[in-house]
Every structure is written in structure tokens, then in C-alpha cells.
């Protein structure tokens, strides 16, 4: 394996236009390292992204976030900056894995990764960030709807770099929530929900957001409930509604921990929690939501 330490952004681009589909990036390696130690990967060129300092920033801006590829989930988990303009990615950053993995996992490995079950990647379809591309002759933006193509897929080509990924600041409001059932803390999500919630003055909803984690071959939304709660109240039948139609929307597989039936099931449930939710945040009301019966 020949192995590359850049320390720049172009150095990065130079290998990958020299390499194509044969460099293997590592930033945090929590995909890649159990990889090569199972024997499931043997990289013949790996570029080392992190003395690439130029990629590890976090900031913001009238619109939003502005994330660096090199940000570490920890860091999305505990900045004040993240929890006031964008605090569903905040929540959603604090379920990834164990304190150890958000310590190394990073925006851009998350993003290339494109792993179905992850919890950033589900908020990213929520909000429609947008992930700004590099390679050697020029960038491209890409949409979040449009850069997962399936598992572990993304509309990347092999000589792109995910450099930043921008995040918009939820409107004046709003109420959000990440949830998700797993089989312990820090395992892979069976089922995900990330919910944002947008009020008028009259508590009408004027703006719906629901994506899905871990319940399809990419993050999912799940437009027609959304449609279903914009313009009304969110009582318990609208939530109800919106958990129903949410469970037809998703495409889960059977699992070890679950079978497919279960994971729409457990659509509805987490739907209606992650929206009551995200109704409680939008009105100011402090806890979480009470929980409608035991899982």
C-alpha cells in the first residue's frame, strides 16, 4: 500500500486526479480501519486527510452553518454555535455511535461514507444542506436529495473531495427532534426520525420536515405526511395521520434485530414522538416528550 500524508487541499485533489477509484480516503477511519482490520478492504493507495487543517473549521453565516469536511461529530455535538442556529444536527450528532467514535468520525466521512443508518446524513435530507465538492479543475454543490444514491453511494465522482457541507438555520418558530430505537445506546438505529416543525401565530404548521434513518437504501422523506400536517393543528390525529402515512413511505429490510414489518411500525411510533416532540420546542416547552407506551 503506498500511503500519502497531504497537508493541503490541492495535494489532496493532485492524488485523487492522479488515483482515481484506486485512493482510498481516511479522515476518522471508524468505517474504514474495521474494514481493513476484517479483511474486507486492502486500500493499494491511502490518503491521510488530517493534516489537511484547512478542512477542520466550523462556522457561520446568514444562512447557516458553514462546516468544514474535517469537523469531528463531537465537536457538531457540543458547539453552542451548532446548538443555536442548527440544534436538530446538534441532537442527531449526539447519537452517532459512542463518545470515542464522535471523537474521530467527521463531516465529510460521514457524507462519503453514505451510510443508510447514519444519524447526520438523515438530517441533512431534513433541511436540505448542501455539500460543496472539490476536484482539481473546479467545485460543484450538490443537494443532499441528490448526493445519496443508495448504500454506501453518493453522486461523488472519484475525483472529488466532499470539502464543506452548508447548513441551513431553522426559521424563527421552529421546533426540531432526532429520535431513534436501537437495540442499546450507541448501536446502529433500527429506526430514526428527525422532525423539524415550523409555527404561525396561530400554532398552525407552516413548514413540515421528516427524514428517516436506517428504513431505506439512503435517508429518506417522507413528503406526503409532511403535506398532511402543513396548514393545521397537530393533534393526536394528525400525528397519528402523519405516522401512518411516514410507515408507507419507508422501504426497511428485515434485520437480525428486526423484521421489515416491525421497522414500519416502529416508523409510526417514532414519527408521532419525534413530532410531538419538535411541537413541544416550537411552543417553548422545556423535557422531552412523554413516551406513549413501552417499546
Not at 468520525?105 to 444542506?129: H, I, K, N, R, W
Not at 445519496?148 to 426540531?176: C, D, H, K, Q, Y
Request: proline share 8%; charged share 20%; with cysteine.
Amino acid at each position: 500500500m503506498d500511503y500519502y500524508a497531504p497537508e493541503t487541499v490541492d495535494e489532496v485533489l493532485a492524488l485523487l486526479a492522479r488515483y482515481g477509484d484506486d485512493a482510498t480516503l481516511l479522515a476518522g477511519g471508524q468505517s474504514l480501519m474495521p474494514l481493513i482490520n476484517m479483511g474486507l478492504a486492502a486500500p493499494t493507495v491511502l490518503v491521510d486527510l488530517n493534516g489537511v487543517q484547512a478542512l477542520d473549521y466550523l462556522g457561520e453565516d446568514d444562512a447557516g452553518l458553514v462546516v468544514g469536511a474535517l469537523t469531528r461529530d463531537r465537536t457538531l455535538e457540543a458547539s453552542a454555535v451548532v446548538r443555536r442556529r442548527c440544534p436538530l444536527l446538534a441532537e442527531a450528532a449526539g447519537n452517532v455511535g459512542y463518545p470515542s467514535i464522535r471523537a474521530r468520525a467527521t463531516m465529510g466521512g460521514t457524507f462519503a461514507q453514505a451510510d443508510p443508518a447514519g444519524e447526520v446524513p438523515t438530517v441533512a435530507m431534513a433541511l436540505d444542506a448542501v455539500v460543496r465538492a472539490r476536484h482539481a479543475e473546479g467545485e460543484r454543490t450538490i443537494g443532499a436529495s441528490d448526493f445519496f444514491l443508495g448504500p454506501l453511494t453518493t453522486a461523488l465522482e472519484p475525483n472529488e473531495l466532499v470539502v464543506e457541507v452548508r447548513w441551513p438555520a431553522l426559521p424563527p418558530g421552529s421546533g426540531w427532534a432526532y429520535v431513534e430505537l436501537a437495540p442499546r445506546p450507541g448501536d446502529y438505529a433500527l429506526v430514526g426520525v428527525a422532525a423539524l416543525v415550523t409555527l404561525d401565530a396561530d400554532a398552525r404548521c407552516t413548514v413540515v420536515r421528516l427524514a428517516y434513518t436506517a428504513v431505506g437504501p439512503t435517508p429518506l422523506r417522507a413528503p406526503e405526511a409532511e403535506r398532511a400536517l402543513v396548514g393545521r393543528p397537530l393533534d393526536d390525529a394528525a400525528l397519528a395521520a402523519a405516522g401512518a402515512l411516514a410507515a408507507e413511505a419507508v422501504e426497511p429490510e428485515d434485520e437480525p434485530y428486526a423484521s421489515a414489518a416491525y421497522k414500519r411500525e416502529m416508523t409510526a411510533v417514532y414519527t408521532r414522538r419525534a413530532l410531538r416532540l419538535a411541537l413541544e420546542r416550537a411552543h417553548g416547552a422545556a423535557g422531552p416528550a412523554a413516551p406513549e407506551r413501552p417499546v
